[in-house]
């Protein structure tokens, strides 16, 4: 059983920065991001190979976000730039595995799921 516990959220004005953080009992092989905002679906913001460290992130939040880990301190981080308030929704932290022979951003090849933490932005 893989727990998961986010923490970092806030509330920021457009422009800003936050910083989500996950601490994990472990690493599976594929490490994400979601976020989910009133009234809409779950959507995949960022994941990381955990093994060989490659990433890929949503076209809404490539080249503002970066996803990374620290095997050492077992935490996974969202660092979060230029926010805009379309950011707004609860995010997620999620373990799972590979589909065929690659990460994806797909929620439903993640088995385990951390509590959520909000982030809002506002204009």
């Known amino acids: 059983q893989v727990q998961l516990a986010e923490s970092g959220g806030g509330s920021v004005q457009a422009g800003g920065s936050l910083r989500l953080s996950c601490a994990a009992s472990?690493?599976?092989?594929?490490m994400g991001w979601f976020r989910q905002a009133p009234g809409k679906e779950r959507e995949g913001v960022a994941r990381i190979n955990a093994l060989s460290g490659s990433t890929y992130y949503a076209g809404s939040v490539e080249g503002r976000f970066s996803i990374s880990l620290d095997k050492a301190k077992k935490t996974l981080y969202l660092q979060m730039n230029t926010l805009k308030p379309e950011d707004t929704a609860v995010y997620y932290c999620?373990?799972?595995?590979?589909?065929?022979?690659?990460?994806?951003?797909?929620?439903?090849?993640?088995?385990?799921w951390g509590q959520g933490t909000q982030v809002t932005v506002s204009s």
């Open positions: 999620a373990a799972g595995y590979m589909v065929g022979e690659m990460c994806t951003l797909s929620w439903n090849a993640y088995r385990y």
């Open positions: 472990i690493f599976t092989t594929c």
